[in-house]
């Protein structure tokens, strides 16, 4: 009676509760002027708007990593333009600009930036936050 207990009892676990359901960071992305200056202004390289991504509650991230899509699809081991990784004292955060300094996290190359995004290339987001995780994909609007 015992074995046919803890069976049902797991089966309920598993089928009935989020227990062993991954959990899934739910992303999304907004790019429109705003008070900040354009990015991208180097010599020669359109200026884009910056780069906003929300999450549906907020997260203490342990990584991000933002990858141009293509060059991820036939290689996952691409170099990403922009790779922040938990340091220490990570605060809790729902929104956050590409680019941006975000307490408690440090580039995963030191002395590395984020580079600037190229107006109509697809790019994924990948953030990891403990067990969940998420991704999008978006691309950066050029200024008119």
Known sequence: MIIVLVALAGVYG????GWFKPQIIHISHTSRASRMRLAGNAAGEPAIFPVTFSFDREYIPTEIKVVPLAAWQTNQNVLPVWHLVADTDAAPI???IYGQQIRGMKSEMPGAHAEP???GVT???FVTAGAAKGQHDFQARAAD
């Open 14 to 17: 598993f089928c009935f509760t």
């Open 94 to 96: 729902k929104i956050f």
């Open 117 to 119: 995004l190229e107006p």
């Open 123 to 125: 790019y994924r987001l």
